[in-house]
């Protein structure tokens, strides 16, 4: 379908994109599938080509808009590379540094996050604690100068490479959700120890681990913002975030859809093509359409997000709809491949497996219509 949401030097720095992922991804994706998790030294390509930190403003980043930021996620979705964690790092991190940082806050941080020299990572998941983060436990005690830390964050991306991480930990616990706090970690700091990568259904390729603090003093200057705001910090980027998955679930199932097409154009069953079959045509026509009525929605969710106006509902419907479109989708093109869909090496078992996170990450299915439906 023709998209009128991008501009010209959109779709010019789509191209180079593309060409990034030609040479620098996809001849190693499976080797960091293997490994679990990416090289960093993919991190300084990135940056070196402008594809980290597109939407802040310079001199600390690359000086685009989201649209640059979303050219950078759909190309990498379309592409079945679930498993690059740029998204996190630019589109998350960055944002609350951008947003709630002092001037020596972001000359500190951003110039190395967008360049690729510093890889960023947020933690708010606890063991008992996932989308509800009122049941934080991890501790930040304020003494004097610096906080004392105290807790674990789990299902981390990014934690393996991290070298700067937004942390959600309580300064005040009798103060319930409004007594949160935003600390930045940042590697290398006494008592902060980063875990071995945590092994998953898919999306191997990246770096998801626990993190552990242990009497961590994390200076006052590393406080974000201002203390016991931190709740409402994360429900102010929730929309952002969200549009963001669903922007990965969209073009991934449509790179899928292209996939599944040129795989059924030649494989032949019975001594016929397995598109000749009218199962298979109808099955395509289903995703085709479904997948072409979702990508209207997220347009018009993704222009009025760059002009400052999407609202946390818009943004939940559409983060439930594509990770549930998606879901559902891929089942339905997996079958057409047969046993070959089964296996680890082909495309769409990645993909099948890689787009089960989406609908846990930024909040779940219920919780995104907790969300829909207060609004009625």
């Known amino acids: 379908m023709s998209r009128t949401v991008f501009r010209d ?17 996809l001849p ?29 403003p310079e001199p600390w980043g690359a000086g685009g808009d989201f649209g640059h930021s979303a050219i950078v996620i759909e190309t990498i979705a379309r592409a079945n590379c679930l498993g690059i964690g740029f998204s996190i790092h630019s589109d998350m991190v960055a944002p609350y540094i951008m947003r709630l ?4 806050q972001k000359d500190r941080w951003l110039p190395r996050m967008t360049s690729g020299e ?31 830390l105290n807790g674990q ?35 290398g700091m006494k008592g902060f120890e980063q875990g071995q990568p945590l092994r998953k259904l898919g999306q191997h390729a990246q770096d998801t681990c626990e993190l552990f603090f242990d009497n961590v003093e994390v200076p006052a ?53 397995v598109l000749d079959f009218q199962n298979t045509r109808f099955t395509l026509a289903d995703a ?43 089942d339905s093109l997996q079958q057409l491949f047969g046993g070959y869909g089964y296996m680890a090496e082909c495309g769409i078992a990645r993909a099948w497996a890689d787009a089960r996170a989406l609908r846990l990450l930024g909040g779940t299915s219920e919780i995104m219509r907790e969300i829909i439906g207060k609004s009625v």
């Not at 960023?120 to 100068?145: F, H, Q, V």
């Not at 991290?162 to 949160?180: F, K, Q």
Request: hydrophobic content about 40%.
């Open 9 to 25: 030097d959109h779709l010019t720095f789509q191209s180079q994109v593309q060409r990034f992922i030609l040479q620098e991804i």
């Open 28 to 56: 190693h994706y499976e080797q960091w599938e293997q490994s679990g998790v990416t090289p960093r030294d993919l991190w300084r390509k990135a940056g070196d080509n402008g594809l980290l930190n597109c939407a802040i």
């Open 101 to 104: 940082g002092t001037s020596a």
């Open 118 to 148: 510093s890889i960023g990572a947020i933690a708010l998941t606890e063991p008992d604690a996932g989308s509800d983060l009122k049941a934080i436990r991890t501790r930040a005690k304020p003494a004097g100068s610096h906080y004392v």
């Open 153 to 187: 964050k789990t299902f981390i991306t990014n934690g393996v490479n991290a070298d700067i991480v937004l942390v959600l930990a309580s300064t005040h616990p009798e103060m319930g959700a409004r007594g949160l706090s935003m600390l930045v970690v940042e590697r």
């Open 221 to 273: 200057d590393n406080l974000l913002g201002i203390e016991n705001a931190g709740f409402s910090y994360v429900t102010e980027e929730l929309a952002q975030e969200r549009l963001s998955i669903a922007l990965r679930a969209a073009a991934n199932l449509e790179g899928m859809i292209e996939e599944t097409i040129e795989y059924v154009s030649q494989r032949k069953a019975f001594g016929r093509r």
């Open 288 to 330: 085709i359409a479904q997948s072409t009525m979702l990508r209207s929605f997220l347009d018009d969710c993704l222009e009025r997000h760059m002009h400052g106006k999407l609202d946390a509902t818009s943004a939940a419907i559409a983060k439930l709809n594509a990770t549930e479109l998606q879901g559902r989708l891929l």
